[in-house]
């Protein structure tokens, strides 16, 4: 599914110079999504994060570990987002999401369906699909019922390994189109950011920016990037 051509074809990039953010649309705001080394002084690191600028939500996301290690690395995570009132997502697993009692899931192309989420998670859970550079896959979200759909990646990105590189125009089409807020993804800094945030995003999903280096000057720098 990952490799299919978007049947609705090519958009056309002069389209996003048409677009206008509408002015009833929130302000675009941060997505953080977590390094997959949770562990140690992350919990330290996440506190100061959330405490110098502001995050929406925040995606907790491990590899390679059993549930229940992951549901106690989670823990300390979890409290401290809801201390800072930001929403807290579990990457690609609905049973750990429920186990967790977490916000949500977000789930890539092959990590479940919105449908069985929903009924898994309840109405209230925030449901995130992974579409890519398909506006198809994104409108099939959608009529499944998931509440936002990501793109990307946009830029190049060390976080994993990306096939799809979509044109910020799509962020342009779908903010025209449709109420449900999208994500851009990949490799999103504070310097390549503000032409995903003309283009309508309504979220910049962020990791390596903020981890990778001083996590309190970095989510300055957002935070002033998205006021």
Known sequence: MDDIEDPLGPLDPSFAVQFQRDDRRPKCQLYLISPLDVGGEFPDRLRRALGA????????RVKDVDQ???AMLAEPLQRICAEHDV???VNDSISLAKRLGADGVHLGQDDGDPREARAVLGPAAQIGVTCHDSRH???EAGEAGADYVAFGAFYP??????RHHPHPVILSWWATVFEMPCVAIGGITPVN???LIEAGADFLAV????WGHDEEVAMRRFGQLLA
């Open 53 to 60: 600028g502001p995050a929406a939500a925040f995606q907790f």
């Open 68 to 70: 229940h290690k992951a």
């Open 87 to 89: 929403a807290f997502l």
């Open 137 to 139: 896959l994104a409108m």
């Open 157 to 162: 990105t060390t976080t994993k390994e990306v």
């Open 193 to 195: 950011a503000p032409p």
């Open 207 to 210: 990791s390596g920016a903020v």
